[in-house]
């Protein structure tokens, strides 16, 4: 994975990051007017804070109980071995799995630490058997599954 480009924000450009977390179908006019600019300034550094990866996209927060996708499981994955060969492997293979939300390399006992949502216990049971059980090199496979959300936010304190 590239390192993103380190760029320096400034007041304007945090304003602009707070407000599009809030709010990403924000109009330009919208925007410019709430951070204190005109509309091309404003549309300038959006586009800027676009190219350079700051923005990554825009997307619509869907509540996953609500299309019926209400389980969530933490799942704790111990490999045979650490090497890169292995990560790699690991890595490549569950990106294309719809049901795995975010999964980070950690630190620690375990060596990776994933969310998935499926639509009830069967449906994990086939995550489990037909994908995650099948992967070379997995050693152990911990599920915790969420008995309910206390906090959830995609908007980071900019």
Known sequence: ??????????????????????????SIQAL?????????????RVRILEEVGVIKGYVAVVDQTT?????SVFISIKLERQREEELDRFSKSI??????????????QRD???????????AYERFLKEKLTRLEGVASIESSFALGQVKYTNVLPI
């Open 112 to 122: 990776y630490l994933m969310r998935v949502v499926c639509a009830d216990l069967p």
């Open 32 to 44: 410019a007017e709430r951070v204190g600019l005109t509309t091309s300034p404003c549309s300038r």
């Open 95 to 108: 990106a294309s799995w719809p049901e795995v939300l975010e999964c980070y390399l950690m630190t620690g």
């Open 1 to 26: 994975m590239a390192k993103p480009t380190k760029i320096l924000l400034d007041v304007i450009d945090r304003k602009i990051l707070s407000a599009l977390q809030a709010d990403g179908r924000m």
């Open 67 to 71: 299309v019926e996708l209400p389980v």
